[in-house]
Protein backbone atom coordinates (compact mmCIF):
# COMPACT_ATOMS: atom_id res chain seq x y z
CA UNK A 1 0.00 0.00 0.00
CA UNK A 2 1.03 3.73 -0.49
CA UNK A 3 1.93 5.65 2.20
CA UNK A 4 0.72 9.42 2.17
CA UNK A 5 1.98 11.53 5.50
CA UNK A 6 3.19 8.20 6.41
CA UNK A 7 -0.98 6.96 6.50
CA UNK A 8 -1.24 4.07 4.45
CA UNK A 9 -3.64 4.58 1.57
CA UNK A 10 -6.39 2.37 0.48
CA UNK A 11 -7.55 4.31 -2.78
CA UNK A 12 -6.95 7.28 -4.17
CA UNK A 13 -8.57 9.51 -7.07
CA UNK A 14 -6.85 13.02 -8.53
CA UNK A 15 -9.61 15.28 -10.20
CA UNK A 16 -8.69 19.24 -11.73
CA UNK A 17 -11.28 21.29 -11.65
CA UNK A 18 -11.65 25.00 -13.17
CA UNK A 19 -12.89 28.23 -11.92
CA UNK A 20 -15.59 30.18 -13.44
CA UNK A 21 -16.91 33.48 -13.30
CA UNK A 22 -20.77 34.70 -13.87
CA UNK A 23 -21.85 36.85 -16.73
CA UNK A 24 -25.24 36.88 -14.87
CA UNK A 25 -24.01 37.28 -11.09
CA UNK A 26 -25.87 34.81 -8.19
CA UNK A 27 -26.50 37.08 -5.13
CA UNK A 28 -28.96 35.98 -2.53
CA UNK A 29 -29.68 32.30 -1.49
CA UNK A 30 -32.14 30.26 0.92
CA UNK A 31 -31.89 27.71 2.80
CA UNK A 32 -29.73 24.54 1.21
CA UNK A 33 -27.60 26.56 -1.10
CA UNK A 34 -30.80 26.89 -2.95
CA UNK A 35 -30.40 30.65 -4.97
CA UNK A 36 -32.96 33.33 -4.86
CA UNK A 37 -32.00 33.60 -9.37
CA UNK A 38 -30.27 32.26 -11.99
CA UNK A 39 -27.00 32.53 -13.18
CA UNK A 40 -24.69 32.04 -16.14
CA UNK A 41 -20.71 31.84 -16.44
CA UNK A 42 -17.90 31.12 -17.85
CA UNK A 43 -15.82 28.20 -16.95
CA UNK A 44 -11.94 29.12 -17.45
CA UNK A 45 -9.08 27.33 -18.70
CA UNK A 46 -6.02 27.96 -16.60
CA UNK A 47 -7.40 28.62 -12.96
CA UNK A 48 -7.81 25.39 -11.80
CA UNK A 49 -7.60 23.51 -8.54
CA UNK A 50 -6.16 20.05 -8.59
CA UNK A 51 -7.15 17.69 -5.51
CA UNK A 52 -6.42 14.43 -4.57
CA UNK A 53 -8.83 12.02 -2.22
CA UNK A 54 -7.16 9.04 -0.62
CA UNK A 55 -8.96 6.76 1.91
CA UNK A 56 -7.62 5.32 4.75
CA UNK A 57 -8.33 3.12 7.81
CA UNK A 58 -10.24 5.07 10.17
CA UNK A 59 -8.57 5.57 13.34
CA UNK A 60 -10.90 7.23 15.73
CA UNK A 61 -15.11 6.89 15.89
CA UNK A 62 -15.43 10.41 14.94
CA UNK A 63 -18.00 10.81 11.86
CA UNK A 64 -15.97 12.23 9.66
CA UNK A 65 -11.92 11.86 9.96
CA UNK A 66 -10.05 14.37 7.66
CA UNK A 67 -6.47 15.54 7.07
CA UNK A 68 -6.66 18.44 4.53
CA UNK A 69 -3.81 19.98 3.07
CA UNK A 70 -3.37 22.80 0.83
CA UNK A 71 -0.20 23.58 -1.00
CA UNK A 72 1.12 21.11 1.15
CA UNK A 73 0.79 22.67 4.69
CA UNK A 74 -2.29 21.52 6.76
CA UNK A 75 -5.04 24.12 6.27
CA UNK A 76 -7.17 23.92 9.62
CA UNK A 77 -9.68 26.52 8.55
CA UNK A 78 -10.33 25.18 5.12
CA UNK A 79 -10.28 21.70 6.28
CA UNK A 80 -12.80 22.89 9.11
CA UNK A 81 -14.95 24.02 6.30
CA UNK A 82 -14.62 20.50 4.11
CA UNK A 83 -15.50 18.40 7.39
CA UNK A 84 -18.48 20.14 8.24
CA UNK A 85 -20.06 19.91 4.67
CA UNK A 86 -19.01 16.30 4.67
CA UNK A 87 -20.66 15.25 7.77
CA UNK A 88 -24.00 17.36 6.58
CA UNK A 89 -23.60 14.79 3.18
CA UNK A 90 -22.51 11.80 4.47
CA UNK A 91 -25.76 10.24 3.59
CA UNK A 92 -23.87 10.95 0.14
CA UNK A 93 -20.86 9.23 0.48
CA UNK A 94 -21.52 6.08 2.71
CA UNK A 95 -17.56 5.36 2.66
CA UNK A 96 -17.15 7.91 4.79
CA UNK A 97 -18.37 6.27 8.00
CA UNK A 98 -15.59 3.62 7.39
CA UNK A 99 -12.77 5.32 6.06
CA UNK A 100 -10.75 8.38 7.00
CA UNK A 101 -9.58 10.99 4.33
CA UNK A 102 -6.88 12.80 2.96
CA UNK A 103 -7.26 15.70 0.86
CA UNK A 104 -4.68 17.48 -0.69
CA UNK A 105 -4.80 20.20 -3.07
CA UNK A 106 -2.94 22.82 -4.94
CA UNK A 107 -4.20 25.89 -6.79
CA UNK A 108 -2.27 26.89 -9.96
CA UNK A 109 -3.78 30.54 -9.36
CA UNK A 110 -2.58 33.06 -6.79
CA UNK A 111 -4.61 33.46 -3.47
CA UNK A 112 -6.97 36.56 -3.60
CA UNK A 113 -6.59 37.27 -7.13
CA UNK A 114 -10.34 37.64 -7.72
CA UNK A 115 -10.52 33.86 -9.25
CA UNK A 116 -13.44 32.24 -6.95
CA UNK A 117 -11.26 29.68 -5.38
CA UNK A 118 -13.94 27.61 -3.58
CA UNK A 119 -15.71 27.04 -7.36
CA UNK A 120 -12.57 25.02 -8.01
CA UNK A 121 -11.69 23.44 -5.10
CA UNK A 122 -15.34 22.25 -3.80
CA UNK A 123 -15.87 21.21 -7.82
CA UNK A 124 -12.70 19.10 -7.44
CA UNK A 125 -14.00 17.23 -3.71
CA UNK A 126 -16.72 16.84 -5.53
CA UNK A 127 -15.70 15.09 -8.31
CA UNK A 128 -13.34 12.88 -6.44
CA UNK A 129 -15.91 11.78 -3.82
CA UNK A 130 -18.58 10.98 -6.37
CA UNK A 131 -15.59 9.03 -8.43
CA UNK A 132 -14.53 7.04 -5.20
CA UNK A 133 -18.64 6.62 -4.79
CA UNK A 134 -18.48 5.11 -8.13
CA UNK A 135 -15.43 2.60 -7.45
CA UNK A 136 -18.21 0.12 -5.53
CA UNK A 137 -21.60 0.59 -7.79
CA UNK A 138 -22.26 1.06 -11.10
CA UNK A 139 -21.04 4.04 -12.98
CA UNK A 140 -23.92 6.08 -13.95
CA UNK A 141 -23.54 7.88 -18.00
CA UNK A 142 -20.98 10.88 -17.73
CA UNK A 143 -24.12 13.15 -18.48
CA UNK A 144 -25.68 11.58 -15.01
CA UNK A 145 -22.07 11.95 -13.42
CA UNK A 146 -21.29 15.64 -14.28
CA UNK A 147 -25.16 16.87 -13.05
CA UNK A 148 -24.30 14.82 -9.56
CA UNK A 149 -20.86 16.41 -9.10
CA UNK A 150 -22.92 19.79 -10.08
CA UNK A 151 -24.96 18.87 -7.55
CA UNK A 152 -22.92 17.69 -4.48
CA UNK A 153 -20.42 20.67 -5.29
CA UNK A 154 -23.51 23.28 -4.90
CA UNK A 155 -24.10 21.88 -1.10
CA UNK A 156 -20.46 22.95 -0.55
CA UNK A 157 -20.51 26.21 -2.87
CA UNK A 158 -22.90 27.40 -5.00
CA UNK A 159 -20.99 28.81 -7.85
CA UNK A 160 -19.10 25.31 -7.64
CA UNK A 161 -22.25 23.74 -9.29
CA UNK A 162 -21.37 25.65 -12.42
CA UNK A 163 -17.59 24.86 -12.93
CA UNK A 164 -18.66 21.30 -13.06
CA UNK A 165 -19.44 22.02 -17.42
CA UNK A 166 -17.37 23.64 -19.80
CA UNK A 167 -17.59 26.84 -21.35
CA UNK A 168 -20.70 28.19 -20.25
CA UNK A 169 -22.64 27.15 -17.48
CA UNK A 170 -26.37 28.01 -16.31
CA UNK A 171 -27.54 27.13 -12.48
CA UNK A 172 -30.98 27.95 -10.68
CA UNK A 173 -34.57 27.68 -12.21
CA UNK A 174 -35.74 30.15 -15.08
CA UNK A 175 -38.87 29.78 -16.16
CA UNK A 176 -37.77 30.09 -19.81
CA UNK A 177 -34.75 27.95 -19.43
CA UNK A 178 -36.18 24.43 -20.31
CA UNK A 179 -33.88 21.54 -17.66
CA UNK A 180 -33.33 24.68 -15.55
CA UNK A 181 -32.11 23.54 -11.80
CA UNK A 182 -31.84 25.12 -9.16
CA UNK A 183 -29.61 21.76 -7.70
CA UNK A 184 -27.51 21.75 -10.09
CA UNK A 185 -26.27 23.54 -13.44
CA UNK A 186 -26.57 22.91 -16.95
CA UNK A 187 -24.04 23.41 -19.60
CA UNK A 188 -25.39 26.20 -22.66
CA UNK A 189 -24.58 24.32 -25.38
CA UNK A 190 -25.48 26.30 -28.44
CA UNK A 191 -22.95 29.20 -28.49
CA UNK A 192 -22.29 31.06 -31.71
CA UNK A 193 -18.92 31.40 -32.76
CA UNK A 194 -17.95 35.28 -31.05
CA UNK A 195 -18.04 33.63 -28.00
CA UNK A 196 -16.67 30.39 -28.74
CA UNK A 197 -13.26 30.75 -26.60
CA UNK A 198 -13.98 33.68 -25.12
CA UNK A 199 -11.18 35.54 -23.45
CA UNK A 200 -10.81 36.70 -19.68
CA UNK A 201 -7.92 38.72 -18.81
CA UNK A 202 -7.84 39.35 -14.76
CA UNK A 203 -6.47 42.24 -13.61
CA UNK A 204 -5.55 42.17 -10.00
CA UNK A 205 -6.44 45.24 -7.99
CA UNK A 206 -6.22 43.96 -4.66
CA UNK A 207 -4.84 40.58 -3.42
CA UNK A 208 -5.16 41.12 -0.19
CA UNK A 209 -7.57 38.46 1.50
CA UNK A 210 -11.92 40.61 1.17
CA UNK A 211 -13.10 41.94 4.26
CA UNK A 212 -16.60 40.80 3.92
CA UNK A 213 -17.17 36.77 2.40
CA UNK A 214 -19.52 35.72 -0.01
CA UNK A 215 -21.78 34.10 2.90
CA UNK A 216 -21.91 37.55 4.70
CA UNK A 217 -23.24 39.39 1.48
CA UNK A 218 -25.78 36.32 0.08
CA UNK A 219 -27.62 36.83 3.68
CA UNK A 220 -27.30 40.75 3.51
CA UNK A 221 -29.97 40.30 0.06
CA UNK A 222 -32.75 38.71 2.53
CA UNK A 223 -34.08 41.63 3.51
CA UNK A 224 -32.81 44.04 1.03
CA UNK A 225 -35.36 46.56 -0.34
CA UNK A 226 -34.14 46.03 -3.68
CA UNK A 227 -34.63 41.83 -3.55
CA UNK A 228 -37.44 41.24 -5.46
CA UNK A 229 -36.69 43.22 -8.40
CA UNK A 230 -32.83 41.90 -8.16
CA UNK A 231 -34.07 39.11 -8.69
CA UNK A 232 -36.51 39.46 -11.16
CA UNK A 233 -33.90 41.40 -13.51
CA UNK A 234 -31.23 38.53 -13.23
CA UNK A 235 -34.07 35.61 -14.47
CA UNK A 236 -35.11 38.04 -17.30
CA UNK A 237 -31.15 38.80 -18.15
CA UNK A 238 -29.86 34.99 -18.23
CA UNK A 239 -32.66 34.00 -20.68
CA UNK A 240 -31.78 37.01 -22.78
CA UNK A 241 -28.16 36.24 -22.60
CA UNK A 242 -29.06 32.66 -23.39
CA UNK A 243 -30.62 33.88 -26.96
CA UNK A 244 -27.26 36.24 -26.81
CA UNK A 245 -24.49 33.30 -26.59
CA UNK A 246 -26.66 31.98 -29.76
CA UNK A 247 -26.76 34.76 -32.19
CA UNK A 248 -23.95 36.24 -31.30
CA UNK A 249 -24.36 39.77 -30.31
CA UNK A 250 -21.61 41.47 -28.77
CA UNK A 251 -22.97 44.37 -27.84
CA UNK A 252 -25.99 43.40 -26.16
CA UNK A 253 -23.89 41.03 -23.89
CA UNK A 254 -21.36 44.15 -23.23
CA UNK A 255 -24.45 45.75 -21.74
CA UNK A 256 -25.27 42.56 -19.51
CA UNK A 257 -22.42 41.94 -18.53
CA UNK A 258 -21.07 45.21 -17.32
CA UNK A 259 -24.87 46.66 -16.01
CA UNK A 260 -24.06 42.76 -13.28
CA UNK A 261 -21.35 43.76 -12.04
CA UNK A 262 -22.37 47.02 -11.57
CA UNK A 263 -25.40 45.78 -9.96
CA UNK A 264 -23.95 43.50 -7.74
CA UNK A 265 -21.43 46.10 -6.01
CA UNK A 266 -25.01 47.82 -6.37
CA UNK A 267 -26.25 45.50 -3.93
CA UNK A 268 -23.77 45.34 -1.57
CA UNK A 269 -23.38 49.17 -1.31
CA UNK A 270 -27.38 49.71 -0.63
CA UNK A 271 -27.52 46.58 1.74
CA UNK A 272 -28.38 47.69 5.32
CA UNK A 273 -25.24 46.97 6.18
CA UNK A 274 -23.64 48.41 3.52
CA UNK A 275 -20.09 47.86 2.52
CA UNK A 276 -17.82 48.81 -0.57
CA UNK A 277 -15.76 46.08 -2.46
CA UNK A 278 -14.39 48.24 -5.50
CA UNK A 279 -10.98 50.22 -4.67
CA UNK A 280 -10.01 53.57 -6.38
CA UNK A 281 -7.90 51.75 -9.05
CA UNK A 282 -11.24 49.42 -9.74
CA UNK A 283 -13.26 52.83 -10.95
CA UNK A 284 -9.96 53.88 -13.02
CA UNK A 285 -9.63 51.08 -15.00
CA UNK A 286 -13.24 50.77 -15.85
CA UNK A 287 -13.23 54.47 -17.24
CA UNK A 288 -9.98 53.24 -19.16
CA UNK A 289 -11.92 50.53 -20.55
CA UNK A 290 -15.03 52.77 -21.58
CA UNK A 291 -12.59 54.85 -23.83
CA UNK A 292 -11.01 52.38 -25.37
CA UNK A 293 -13.94 50.75 -26.84
CA UNK A 294 -15.21 53.82 -27.76
CA UNK A 295 -12.06 54.83 -29.49
CA UNK A 296 -11.53 51.73 -31.08
CA UNK A 297 -14.95 50.19 -31.05
CA UNK A 298 -13.31 46.86 -29.92
CA UNK A 299 -15.96 45.14 -28.05
CA UNK A 300 -14.21 44.34 -24.91
CA UNK A 301 -16.41 44.00 -21.85
CA UNK A 302 -15.81 44.20 -17.79
CA UNK A 303 -16.81 42.41 -14.83
CA UNK A 304 -16.44 42.20 -11.27
CA UNK A 305 -17.00 39.43 -8.92
CA UNK A 306 -17.24 40.24 -5.16
CA UNK A 307 -14.08 41.65 -4.97
CA UNK A 308 -12.09 44.79 -6.52
CA UNK A 309 -10.49 42.84 -9.12
CA UNK A 310 -11.76 43.24 -12.66
CA UNK A 311 -12.23 40.91 -15.42
CA UNK A 312 -12.17 41.74 -19.21
CA UNK A 313 -13.97 39.51 -21.29
CA UNK A 314 -13.33 39.72 -25.24
CA UNK A 315 -14.06 37.64 -28.42
CA UNK A 316 -10.37 35.11 -29.22
CA UNK A 317 -10.51 37.63 -32.42
CA UNK A 318 -9.18 40.46 -30.46
CA UNK A 319 -6.78 38.75 -28.08
CA UNK A 320 -3.58 40.76 -29.79
CA UNK A 321 -5.07 44.36 -29.25
CA UNK A 322 -6.68 44.32 -25.97
CA UNK A 323 -3.33 42.40 -24.20
CA UNK A 324 -1.55 45.17 -26.06
CA UNK A 325 -3.92 48.01 -24.13
CA UNK A 326 -3.40 45.97 -20.74
CA UNK A 327 -0.13 46.41 -21.00
CA UNK A 328 -0.02 49.97 -22.14
CA UNK A 329 -2.37 51.58 -19.84
CA UNK A 330 -3.95 49.30 -17.35
CA UNK A 331 -0.95 47.31 -16.13
CA UNK A 332 0.68 50.10 -14.13
CA UNK A 333 -2.79 50.10 -12.32
CA UNK A 334 -2.46 46.30 -11.54
CA UNK A 335 -0.78 44.12 -8.81
CA UNK A 336 -0.91 41.33 -11.75
CA UNK A 337 -2.31 40.04 -14.82
CA UNK A 338 -3.69 36.91 -15.31
CA UNK A 339 -4.59 35.88 -18.91
CA UNK A 340 -7.61 32.74 -19.44
CA UNK A 341 -10.02 31.76 -21.57
CA UNK A 342 -13.47 29.68 -21.63
CA UNK A 343 -11.66 26.26 -20.70
CA UNK A 344 -13.21 22.33 -21.55
CA UNK A 345 -14.45 21.46 -17.88
CA UNK A 346 -12.48 19.16 -15.29
CA UNK A 347 -10.17 16.32 -15.81
CA UNK A 348 -9.61 13.09 -13.83
CA UNK A 349 -6.01 12.95 -13.40
CA UNK A 350 -3.29 10.40 -13.38
CA UNK A 351 -2.22 10.04 -9.73
O1 LIG B 1 -20.62 30.61 -4.56
P1 LIG B 1 -20.45 31.72 -3.59
O2 LIG B 1 -21.27 31.53 -2.37
O3 LIG B 1 -18.99 31.98 -3.30
O4 LIG B 1 -21.02 33.07 -4.28
C1 LIG B 1 -20.53 33.59 -5.47
C2 LIG B 1 -21.06 34.91 -5.72
C3 LIG B 1 -20.47 35.66 -6.91
O5 LIG B 1 -19.20 35.18 -7.22
C4 LIG B 1 -20.35 37.14 -6.55
C5 LIG B 1 -21.38 35.58 -8.12
C6 LIG B 1 -21.42 34.26 -8.85
O6 LIG B 1 -22.48 33.97 -9.41
O7 LIG B 1 -20.41 33.56 -8.91
Avoid at 310 to 326: N, T
Wanted: aromatic share 8%; charged share 25%.
Amino acid sequence: MEKVNGIEIMTSVKWKCPSNIAIVKYWGKKANQIPCNSSLSLTLAHACTETEVSLSAKSSDGVIELDYFFEGSKNEMFGARVEKYLAANIESFPFLRENALTIQSSNNFPHSAGIASSASAFGAIALALLDLRYQDAERPSQEIFLREASHIARLASGSACRSIFPDYALWGENARVPNSSNLHAIPVTEIHEEFEGMNDTILVIEDEPKKVSSSAGHSLMQEHPYAFERFRQANDRVRYLVDILKNGDISAFIEICESEALTLHAMMMTSKNYYLLMKAHTIDVIEKIFDFRSETKIPVAFTLDAGPNVHLLYPKKYRESVQEFVQMELAEMCKGVIHDHAGRGPMKMNN
